[in-house]
């Protein structure tokens, strides 16, 4: 089937929900870019996520990232992946809204764990008990995932062709 694409699928959730794994796939399906914030704020930077938290902070990594979003989002329609982090500013969900569609995938807990527990390269997981770390965050930014235009639920036994297929259909 062809589609055209008229705004920008913004994929919205907790670390280790699948953002990248299935942006990427839900892309290939539309035939449009696949864009991932991260990794387009490490770009501009020129050092890893964990770097720019290192050196300037979060707040700082916090200000990057609604800068690249509302350069993203001013682009073509893409399917952009986003970080963890990026829906809970008002105004990153303003720009989501007026110029794309977001798309919460919902993952529980134990799932979320097990993806992100052996990879060390989530500055806000570097603390002496990551899976309570982990969460908090999950409980406290729950009802503002919530806020997403549609939700998905992003399960282990699902593949990723699934769960693009899944977001399609949403
Ligand atoms: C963050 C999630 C990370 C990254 C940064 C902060 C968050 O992205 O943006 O470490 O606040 O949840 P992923 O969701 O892709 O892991």
């Not at 920008?8 to 449009?32: D, E, I, N, P, Y």
């Not at 890893?48 to 707040?59: K, L, N, V, W, Y």
């Not at 529980?108 to 965050?137: C, S």
Request: proline fraction near 4%; glycine fraction near 8%; charged fraction near 25%.
């Amino acid at each position: 089937m062809a589609w055209r694409l008229k705004k920008t699928v913004v994929l919205v959730g907790m670390m280790g929900a699948g953002k990248t794994a299935v942006g990427t796939q839900l892309a290939r399906l539309l035939s449009v870019p696949f864009l991932d914030s991260d990794e387009e704020i490490e770009k501009a930077a020129n050092m890893t996520i964990a770097e720019i938290f290192a050196r300037d902070g979060e707040a700082f990594f916090r200000a990057k990232e609604s800068q690249v979003l509302d350069r993203l989002l001013r682009g073509r329609p893409c399917v952009l992946s986003t970080g963890g982090g990026a829906f809970l500013a008002e105004a990153n969900r303003a720009a989501i809204a007026e110029r794309g569609v977001a798309v919460w995938l919902r993952a529980d807990l134990d799932l979320l764990w097990q993806r992100v527990r052996h990879k060390a390269t989530r500055p806000l997981l570097r603390t002496p008990n990551p899976r309570e770390t982990l969460a908090g965050i999950y409980e406290a930014r729950a009802p503002i995932y919530a806020l997403a235009e549609l939700s998905v639920e992003s399960r282990g036994d699902y593949s990723v062709e699934r769960m693009a297929g899944e977001v399609i259909e949403a």
